[in-house]
């Protein structure tokens, strides 16, 4: 179905957001997804967050691995940058092009089983380094691609469509992208519209690592009774830890909520966090906080989503480098090149 274009012609009163742009300027194909699939929820969400936050399309770098969820950068930001890299290399590929251009937003779209096997070293080492990008894995718990099979963040004690029993313990995502150093660390469900969208925009805003685990059930193999991963068992299961929206920080602004119930957090660019808190005794600020509030809550079967982690003083990779402040394309052969004495005196440096 990729290959069917969608047609040009729209109402002319659609809405545009402050660059002119409409929701269709936001969509890529066609998706070639199962009628139903969270995926195409997840991608729904992307483009209402760019909208919202009126992102030059070319301005974007979508970058993925292999999977269902790999696929879905095509079904979305048609006019952006693109790279489908192999399975569980998305990270390096995408910090090779960070370090390039530090001037586009980098999104990194994966799933369960390119990150949490066959990636799970570069999903490690892409958090600790603070790549500054938005890390998005779609999670439904199976390989949807070859039929099903239990991936790595499969639950323990979860059962497949064909009645088996998962007896591997299970890797939580969030909880490792908290211990490796991840400076924005989130949870959502596909299903869940009203949460996802400001999600996105605040790892969008955030300049760090932001790391955002979307659980999302497969309609063909994983929404069923028995599994953890169900469009039923998340809503029954869900444990908001706050409401939120994002406020950008361009015009004063006023809040009208009780007092005590709302936290503004200052982003590293100036823009504005507004949460509303459920749990007055949750702190996003506290890492290990968050990390005992999972698994508190894990062993109660609960999934945990919303805002789980902020860091007050986010750095990404360029500022633990030095590196240069313009895209490498734009540096001149004289910058480039900088001559023989250039080159003695850093060789020196490193005797």
Do not use: W
């Amino acid at each position: 179905m990729t290959y069917i274009a969608k047609p040009k012609f729209h109402h002319p009163a659609l809405p545009k957001n402050e660059l002119g742009y409409t929701h269709r300027d936001y969509e890529g194909t066609i998706s070639t997804l199962c009628a139903g699939c969270g995926h195409d929820s997840i991608t729904g969400a992307i483009i209402e967050a760019c909208f919202e936050l009126s992102i030059e399309p070319h301005k974007v770098a979508k970058i993925s691995g292999i999977g269902c969820s790999s696929k879905t950068p095509t079904y979305f930001l048609g006019n952006s940058h693109g790279f489908n890299s192999v399975h569980g290399r998305m990270p390096s590929v995408l910090t090779g092009a960070n370090l390039a251009n530090r001037d586009l937003i980098y999104l990194g779209v994966s799933g369960d089983g390119d990150s949490a096997s066959i990636g799970l070293g570069q999903f490690a080492h892409v958090m600790r380094r603070g790549v500054n990008m938005v890390y998005i894995v779609e999670n439904n718990g199976v390989y949807g691609l070859t039929k099903g099979q239990f991936s790595a963040t499969a639950d323990r004690g979860s059962k497949s469509k064909r009645g088996v029993i998962n007896t591997d313990n299970s890797i939580d995502l969030a909880a490792m992208a908290l211990q490796l150093g991840a400076t924005f660390v989130a949870r959502s469900f596909s299903g869940d519209k009203k949460q996802l969208v400001p999600i996105i925009k605040a790892a969008i805003e955030h300049k760090g690592a932001a790391f955002l685990d979307v659980i999302s059930p497969c309609v063909a193999f994983n929404n069923h009774a028995g599994s953890t991963k169900s469009f039923d068992y998340v809503r029954e299961h869900n444990e908001a830890v706050n409401r939120l929206d994002v406020l950008a920080g361009r015009a004063p602004i006023a809040v009208d909520y009780a007092e005590g119930t709302v936290q503004l957090v200052e982003q590293h660019d100036g823009t504005t966090l507004a949460l509303r808190k459920l749990g007055a005794d949750y702190d996003i600020h506290d890492r290990y906080a968050a990390m005992n509030f999972l698994q508190k809550h894990a062993a109660k079967g609960q999934i945990v989503t919303g805002v789980l982690y902020i860091a007050d003083d986010p750095q990404d990779l360029h500022a633990s480098l030095k590196t240069v402040s313009q895209p490498l394309n734009a540096l001149s052969e004289k910058e480039l090149c900088p001559g023989s004495a250039a080159l003695d005196r850093m060789n020196a440096s490193l005797r």
